[in-house]
């Protein structure tokens, strides 16, 4: 067997797990090009355990993995892209606690550490809190896209503050522009981006802990920090001047159109308020860092929140217990776990001991930059309610907001759907 090359706090779960090699299998969401580059993760990590490690993916992951647990089949390590999903297989007692040292070790060595170790802190089926949850491979929606050129035509600067973005937003409507192109429509999950925008406010407003009380309903989805959030999202999208095609088109405008208006000569708008994942949409060609760029969605000097960013991601988590698996838990705190995907493509992490400049491009790694000076990462909320809410009730509700009804009633009929179903 290779001589292991894991150090620091790695070695700690490895210290009993080498004893001898055997089969580690993991399950995720990847397909296609996801595929190829975790397994060339999991190959790094088989080369230096010696284990026999072996990587399927599904569609179905959310389906599938309930199904496996149930069964008794399921592999030693998965990834859950949904983290509620987690936890609810925590609480029926499928999942291993990873262990106190690997909380402390993401406590210490993550930006906005104790944010991920909330993330991946679940109810076992005794009711006591442990951490259960890995978190390794991040996206990142607090993101405003934008056309450099356009700024420049226009001389507008990139606001470093919430009350600059409005003041922007502001400017560019006197100057006779459309500031915002905002878009919800996304077939039978339509009004999905807007919670978005309700997340990213929620937490620019609120504490972190407000935003968890609120995720999580001990705080009513009615209650009047909620509306206010949902009422400062208003300030930008019910505004006609504020947005393309004024605030009656914002929900039946696909969400993969939107942003093309920032390309039309002259620009049709000048900023876009969308996840990491959005320039696949954009027209082609288009080159980020030079055709479009973007800016953190910024925070409230008022406020001393700090910078917090909204996100989303894969938790890693044991669901067949072995030595191996632990071991491949360790094998993810180590650096070279992440700059293996780093220097490929569709990988960021909030690991503080990871060189950036490995990353193969450039977008990517300014991305990165804004997750590493989180002082607070939260994962969307909506994925975090239940799927009659945060897929449904709320969808709908902020489709209702946006085409006139009043923000207070909206949430208490979205707090009224989440009552029924307690």
Same mark, same amino acid.
């Given at each position: 067997?290779?001589?292991?090359?894991?150090?620091?706090?790695?070695?700690?779960?490895?210290?009993?797990?080498?004893?001898?090699?055997?089969?580690?299998?993991?399950?995720?969401?990847?397909?296609?090009?996801?595929?190829?580059?975790?397994?060339?993760?999991?190959?790094?990590?088989?080369?230096?355990?010696?284990?026999?490690?072996?990587?399927?993916?599904?569609?179905?992951?959310?389906?599938?993995?309930?199904?496996?647990?149930?069964?008794?089949?399921?592999?030693?390590?998965?990834?859950?892209?949904?983290?509620?999903?987690?936890?609810?297989?925590?609480?029926?007692?499928?999942?291993?606690?990873?262990?106190?040292?690997?909380?402390?070790?993401?406590?210490?060595?993550?930006?906005?550490?104790?944010?991920?170790?909330?993330?991946?802190? +679940?109810?076992?089926?005794?009711?006591?809190?442990?951490?259960?949850? $890995? /978190?390794?491979? !991040?996206? =990142?929606?607090?993101? &405003?896209?934008?056309?450099?050129?356009?700024?420049?035509?226009?001389?507008?600067?990139?606001?470093?503050?919430?009350?600059?973005?409005?003041?922007?937003?502001?400017?560019?409507?006197?100057?006779?522009?459309?500031?915002?192109?905002?878009?919800?429509?996304?077939?039978?999950?339509?009004?999905?981006?807007?919670?978005?925008?309700?997340?990213?406010?929620?937490?620019?407003?609120?504490?972190?802990?407000?935003?968890?009380?609120?995720?999580?309903?001990?705080?009513?989805?009615?209650?009047?920090?909620?509306?206010?959030?949902?009422?400062?999202?208003?300030?930008?999208?019910?505004?006609?001047?504020?947005?393309?095609?004024?605030?009656?088109?914002?929900?039946?405008?696909?969400?993969?159109?939107?942003?093309?208006?920032?390309?039309?000569?002259?620009?049709?708008? +000048?900023?876009?308020?969308?996840?990491?994942?959005?320039?696949?949409? $954009? /027209?082609?060609? !288009?080159? =980020?860092?030079?055709? &479009?760029?973007?800016?953190?969605?910024?925070?409230?000097?008022?406020?001393?929140?700090?910078?917090?960013?909204?996100?989303?991601?894969?938790?890693?988590?044991?669901?067949?217990?072995?030595?191996?698996?632990?071991?491949?838990?360790?094998?993810?705190?180590?650096?070279?776990?992440?700059?293996?995907?780093?220097?490929?493509?569709?990988?960021?992490?909030?690991?503080?001991?990871?060189?950036?400049?490995?990353?193969?491009?450039?977008?990517?790694?300014?991305?990165?930059?804004?997750?590493?000076?989180?002082?607070?990462?939260?994962?969307?909320?909506?994925?975090?309610?239940?799927?009659?809410?945060?897929?449904?009730?709320?969808?709908?509700?902020?489709?209702?907001?946006?085409?006139?009804?009043?923000?207070?009633?909206?949430?208490?009929?979205?707090?009224?759907?989440?009552?029924?179903?307690?």
């Amino acid at each position: 067997m290779k001589q292991t090359l894991f150090t620091g706090a790695a070695v700690l779960a490895l210290s009993t797990g080498m004893a001898m090699a055997e089969q580690v299998t993991v399950f995720g969401p990847w397909l296609g090009p996801d595929q190829e580059n975790v397994e060339a993760v999991l190959k790094v990590f088989a080369e230096q355990s010696g284990h026999d490690v072996r990587y399927v993916g599904s569609d179905s992951f959310e389906q599938q993995i309930v199904v496996d647990l149930e069964a008794g089949s399921a592999a030693n390590v998965a990834a859950f892209p949904q983290p509620g999903l987690a936890s609810d297989m925590a609480s029926r007692g499928f999942l291993a606690p990873l262990g106190d040292d690997v909380a402390a070790w993401v406590a210490e060595n993550y930006a906005a550490g104790p944010s991920w170790v909330a993330l991946g802190t +679940y109810n076992g089926p005794d009711g006591k809190s442990a951490f259960y949850g $890995f /978190p390794y491979k !991040t996206d =990142v929606k607090s993101l &405003v896209w934008f056309s450099p050129e356009n700024f420049d035509d226009a001389g507008y600067e990139v606001p470093a503050t919430m009350e600059d973005l409005k003041a922007l937003t502001e400017q560019i409507a006197a100057d006779g522009s459309t500031p915002w192109c905002i878009g919800l429509g996304s077939g039978a999950a339509t009004g999905w981006p807007a919670t978005d925008w309700v997340e990213d406010l929620m937490l620019r407003t609120q504490s972190p802990e407000v935003y968890d009380d609120w995720v999580s309903n001990d705080m009513p989805f009615n209650d009047p920090k909620v509306v206010a959030a949902i009422e400062e999202f208003g300030w930008f999208a019910r505004n006609d001047a504020y947005v393309v095609g004024g605030a009656g088109a914002v929900a039946t405008t696909d969400f993969r159109d939107s942003p093309k208006q920032l390309f039309s000569s002259p620009p049709q708008c +000048y900023m876009h308020r969308q996840a990491s994942f959005i320039p696949a949409f $954009f /027209p082609e060609g !288009t080159s =980020v860092g030079e055709d &479009v760029d973007f800016f953190y969605f910024p925070a409230y000097a008022e406020k001393d929140l700090g910078t917090p960013v909204l996100g989303a991601g894969t938790t890693w988590t044991i669901t067949n217990e072995s030595a191996g698996a632990h071991d491949l838990i360790a094998f993810l705190e180590t650096p070279e776990a992440h700059e293996i995907w780093m220097a490929r493509k569709g990988f960021l992490t909030p690991h503080t001991g990871v060189n950036t400049d490995v990353f193969s491009d450039p977008t990517l790694k300014k991305m990165n930059d804004i997750l590493l000076s989180a002082t607070t990462f939260r994962f969307d909320g909506s994925d975090l309610m239940p799927g009659a809410v945060g897929a449904g009730t709320f969808w709908t509700g902020m489709v209702d907001y946006v085409g006139g009804k009043d923000a207070q009633a909206v949430a208490d009929d979205i707090q009224t759907s989440w009552e029924a179903i307690k």
